[in-house]
């Protein structure tokens, strides 16, 4: 399928405290012209094209909540009048508490800045309208430190709609993490918010530096393509699946249709209230192929669509080559599944092309570090920015980027069932003439020395810092360690935990310089478990890898971060550990989280609560 590149919205500088209203529970339309076109998923809405920003004052975001109700034949039967709620399994709302099951927010992935009140908080809430006497947002709590809002000042919520405040600092001053990942997230819900049945992938979220940055070239449009991919994944992997995520939001699967039920508009029923609805004058056989293939394995969208393919515009230079440069801004904005990426070497008809990783999680590299192994890890929630270099290229000729399945290195390192998409092609480059120009090259860059590049003015200062601490001595590090009881509960599913039991809670103190171990000395099903701090960066000190009898065993399988990377979310190998050490800095309150970034075991209790604590002693 081809496809014109994703029309970014990008903001105006004088934006500056003004809102941009976002709906990501608003129905798709396929009329309306900024919407995706031609997917044959049953997403009920994809977000807005990636939001640009530019990096001074603030920016709002206005937040409807526009959730229509499930078929009853999917929920269970409300309790009687008089009677108790049923019981939440490990800080789960049951389905038929309807503020908690369709109340959601947002969280902007990767974000350092204010989590209480009328900011990032992931214990806003915000229901739809046929859901009536839910609390709304909860304005409580300390007052954040740091930068402070500019323009209005935030207001308080209906209970269907909301605004969300973001303070950016001037990039001119103080650079800021530039990726981020605009997702709903409220505790206790936010697996089936994000990909169940009315499944919402969000938006990728980019801020651009100075434009008096001797690097600011590497913001250019023309040069930068948003490839946000988020997954679509009916029934493959028991927590990870709509249908297991359903299971875990309490619904009841046993009176559903069965799959591939024809229904009275021309859709096919499939599976956990996602209905497949044909394109216009495709064969009955043809539909039922489809909805057959949707409900065998999982499946990833390119901003929205199915298999994409976007143009690499190539330039002659003076001497007649043919080249292009493209930074490639990945967002995987997945629920579960970890992506290992093939980065195609060359096209078929001939010439070469090298990758350049420029910055992981929003954060530069001190300089770019070139891929050469042909894959690399993106974990859920995981944010890539590369630089494509290709050189004596033909017009036409096309980079097919897909899934590499297991790392062929060290299957284990990510669990035998992680990969999205095993095998399958995700979006492809196709390369077109883009004329001469003045200058014949794009004033050089296709052809500049990419490893050269010295990308630590581009870091945020107190990353920098970050860097350059010393860690604590390691018998001082907390143990963050992954959990799971025996058994199953009374939906079938694991009990997943941290530290021994569920959504347990631990106090940083601002300013203390911590180190944690995260990770099991068990293998915990057949996955790994991906971490995400909120928040806070953190940098990697150190990764062990464990065999299953828990004897050291080399991480060759790991193209997903290197000892001394800052990050914000990582794969944790599966059994093993990765040493992390942060600074909670700027801005403190009860509401960050630490988590597995599989959305459902996050669900079922592999969360910690963060209280970053500004009275308590930072010596």
């Not at 608003?26 to 009329?31: E, Q, T």
């Not at 031609?38 to 909540?65: C, D, E, K, M, Q």
């Not at 709302?93 to 989590?115: I, M, Q, R, V």
């Not at 403190?588 to 970053?612: K, P, Q, S």
Request: charged fraction near 20%; aromatic fraction near 8%.
């Amino acid at each position: 399928m081809s496809s014109e590149p994703p029309r970014p919205l990008l903001l105006p500088p004088s934006l500056n405290g003004g809102t941009v209203t976002f709906g990501p529970y608003l129905f798709a339309d396929p009329a309306r012209p900024n919407r995706p076109r031609a997917v044959p998923f049953p997403h009920r809405n994809y977000g807005p094209g990636p939001l640009i920003l530019h990096a001074r004052g603030s920016f709002s975001i206005n937040f409807t909540n526009a959730l229509e109700p499930l078929p009853p034949a999917l929920l269970p039967p409300a309790p009687r009048r008089g009677e108790p709620l049923p019981p939440a399994g490990q800080g789960l709302a049951p389905a038929s508490d309807e503020c908690g099951y369709y109340s959601s927010n947002l969280h902007l992935h990767g974000y350092h800045g204010p989590f209480t009140g009328s900011h990032d908080n992931i214990h806003n809430e915000w229901s739809p309208p046929f859901v009536s006497d839910c609390e709304g947002p909860d304005p409580s709590g300390p007052s954040p430190s740091g930068p402070s809002p500019s323009g209005p000042s935030p207001s308080g919520a209906s209970p269907s709609s909301g605004i969300i405040e973001y303070p950016l600092p001037d990039a001119a001053a103080e650079p800021s993490p530039h990726s981020h990942w605009l997702h709903p997230h409220l505790e206790g819900s936010s697996s089936h918010d994000l990909a169940g049945a009315f499944s919402s992938p969000g938006a990728a979220v980019f801020v651009l530096g100075s434009p008096d940055s001797s690097l600011a070239w590497l913001d250019r449009p023309e040069l930068s393509l948003p490839l946000f991919l988020s997954t679509f994944n009916l029934r493959a992997g028991k927590s990870r699946s709509m249908e297991g995520l359903a299971k875990i939001a309490g619904l009841d699967l046993s009176g559903e249709l069965p799959a591939g039920t024809a229904l009275p508009d021309g859709g096919l029923y499939l599976s956990s209230g996602a209905v497949y609805r044909p394109p216009p004058r495709a064969s009955p056989s043809a539909a039922a192929a489809t909805a057959a293939a949707l409900l065998s394995r999982s499946r990833t969208l390119s901003n929205g669509l199915l298999e994409p393919a976007y143009p690499l515009p190539a330039r002659l230079d003076p001497a007649g080559r043919r080249r292009s440069l493209q930074r490639l801004r990945l967002v995987a904005g997945t629920a579960g599944d970890v992506l290992n990426l093939r980065l195609p070497a060359a096209p078929a008809g001939g010439g070469e092309c090298a990758y350049f990783e420029l910055a992981r999680d929003g954060v530069y590299l001190p300089s770019p570090r070139e891929f050469k192994n042909g894959t690399v890890l993106l974990p859920p929630g995981g944010r890539l920015d590369v630089l494509l270099q290709c050189a004596d290229v033909a017009v036409g000729d096309e980079l097919s980027f897909g899934s590499a399945g297991l790392p062929a290195g060290d299957p284990a390192f990510v669990g035998a069932k992680s990969d999205v998409d095993g095998g399958g092609v995700l979006f492809s480059l196709r390369f077109v003439d883009a004329g001469e120009g003045d200058g014949g090259d794009d004033d050089g860059v296709s052809a500049a020395a990419i490893p050269e590049l010295d990308l630590s003015e581009l870091v945020p200062p107190n990353l920098r810092k970050l860097r350059a601490t010393a860690a604590p001595p390691g018998e001082d590090a907390f143990e963050f360690d992954y959990s799971m009881e025996e058994g199953t509960d009374a939906r079938g599913m694991k009990k997943y935990g941290v530290n021994g039991g569920p959504s347990n809670s631990y106090t940083a103190c601002l300013g203390r310089t911590e180190l944690w171990r995260v990770g099991s000395g068990r293998k915990m099903g057949a996955t790994a478990h991906p971490f995400h701090m909120h928040v806070n960066h953190f940098q990697v000190v150190d990764v062990e890898c464990l065999a299953d009898d828990g004897g050291p065993v080399p991480c060759d399988g790991n193209t997903d971060y290197a000892v001394g990377d800052v990050r914000d979310s990582i794969i944790i190998p599966s059994p093993g550990f990765a040493t992390i050490k942060f600074v909670p800095a700027d801005f403190h309150g009860e509401g960050a989280l630490a988590h597995c970034h599989i959305f459902g075991h996050e669900e079922l209790g592999m969360r910690l609560n963060l209280d970053i604590n500004e009275t308590c002693s930072n010596s």
